[in-house]
T-cell receptor
Framework: SQQGEEDPQALSIQEGENATMNCSYKTSINNLQWYRQNSGRGLVHLILIRSNEREKHSGRLRVTLDTSKKSSSLLITASRAADTASYFCATGVMNTGFQKLVFGTGTRLLVSP | DTGVSQDPRHKITKRGQNVTFRCDPISEHNRLYWYRQTLGQGPEFLTYFQNEAQLEKSRLLSDRFSAERPKGSFSTLEIQRTEQGDSAMYLC??????????FGQGTRLTVV
């Protein structure tokens, strides 16, 4: 079953604009990770934020985590056409001694030139 | 290429046939995961290996599915008597720390 829900399901913007995607989840987590998936391809790991962190940056990516609201957001600044992809949040959940990633349903981002 | 490698990338099979997929993880990673992804959905966990031991299997993994990691390196996922509902992308991931997971390009299975 999928734990996370991404919002919006689809997002269409122009190059140079910022894109914000949100993720909500249901259970306690060790960490939350964001992945990118180009059409028909594998997932690329973008960033991991631990449950005791509130904000993390990596290049043009900014991730926030609010464990009290069980939500996270991914901000991509100054978007490029190459950012067009599906973005998934995945919660790291401890399960019988190991961490299992539970993915959301994804946000499809389209960046137009 | 030092990433996770999966083979084949695409597989078309007739209903009722058996198929086997292979995953080669990043060499120093002792943790290996299989996920399944259907169209428009996020990946769903199937099974987990630590070294050669299969420590967890999802209820999604019916009796027709079997996974192995015989020497704690590469892994295989076999589906017996395939059904149309098995059509999906099968993703393998590996991890060193158990936190960040690195995924392969996946094997897209189509059952006709």
């Amino acid at each position: 079953s999928q734990q996370g829900e991404e919002d919006p399901q689809a997002l269409s913007i122009q190059e140079g604009e910022n894109a914000t995607m949100n993720c909500s989840y249901k259970t306690s987590i060790n960490n939350l990770q964001w992945y990118r998936q180009n059409s028909g391809r594998g997932l690329v790991h973008l960033i991991l934020i631990r449950s005791n962190e509130r904000e993390k940056h990596s290049g043009r990516l900014r991730v926030t985590l609010d464990t009290s609201k069980k939500s996270s957001s991914l901000l991509i600044t100054a978007s490029r056409a190459a950012d067009t992809a599906s973005y998934f949040c995945a919660t790291g959940v401890m399960n019988t001694g190991f961490q299992k990633l539970v993915f959301g349903t994804g946000t499809r981002l389209l960046v137009s030139p | 290429d030092t990433g996770v490698s999966q083979d084949p990338r695409h597989k078309i099979t007739k209903r009722g046939q058996n198929v086997t997929f292979r995953c080669d993880p990043i060499s120093e990673h002792n943790r290996l995961y299989w996920y399944r992804q259907t169209l428009g959905q996020g990946p769903e966990f199937l099974t987990y290996f630590q070294n050669e031991a299969q420590l967890e299997k999802s209820r999604l993994l019916s009796d027709r599915f079997s996974a192995e990691r015989p020497k704690g390196s590469f892994s295989t996922l076999e589906i017996q008597r395939t059904e149309q509902g098995d059509s999906a992308m099968y993703l393998c991931a590996s991890s060193l720390t158990g936190a960040e997971a690195f995924f392969g390009q996946g094997t897209r299975l189509t059952v006709v």
